[in-house]
């Protein structure tokens, strides 16, 4: 069983700066690709950035967050346990809850910074954290 616990979420100012955190437990062998997603008020869920854990180090970011966001793992000397979510120059556009999400996706696949149809080809989900920026 696996899971995916969210932290780091908070309010903020615009300009300013936050660090997401996604713990992963359980057995992640079952899984090649990670993502971040958010979901605004009345808006769908849409992918954020995605990285390929299943070997290198290869992320992708939607164009809406490149330069702006960062993805990395962290997997100490074994399997990978956490992933983050760098954020900053925040904008009140990026309020919205985040989540993490894994999935059994190709280098490929993973390579597609996901939208609302791809929700599903995820199999594992956190519980969301919720960041606010006001301007």
């Known amino acids: 069983q696996v899971q995916l616990v969210e932290s780091g979420g908070g309010s903020v100012q615009a300009g300013m700066s936050l660090r997401l955190s996604c713990t992963i437990s359980?057995?992640?062998?079952?899984?090649?690709?990670m993502a971040w997603f958010r979901q605004a008020p009345g808006k769908e869920r849409e992918g954020v950035a995605t990285?390929?854990?299943?070997?290198?180090?290869?992320?992708?970011?939607?164009d809406s967050v490149k330069g702006r966001f960062a993805v990395s793992q962290d997997d100490g000397k074994g399997p990978l346990n956490t992933l983050y979510l760098q954020m900053t120059s925040l904008q009140p556009e990026d309020t919205a809850m985040y989540y993490c999400?894994?999935?059994?996706?190709?280098?490929?696949?993973?390579?597609?910074?996901?939208?609302?149809?791809?929700?599903?080809?995820?199999?594992?989900w956190g519980q969301g954290t919720q960041v606010t920026v006001s301007s």
């Open positions: 999400a894994a999935g059994a996706l190709t280098w490929q696949q993973c390579s597609l910074v996901p939208g609302p149809s791809d929700v599903r080809r995820y199999n594992y």
């Open positions: 990285a390929y854990t299943a070997g290198g180090d290869s992320t992708w970011y939607a």
């Open positions: 359980g057995d992640t062998s079952g899984f090649t690709c």
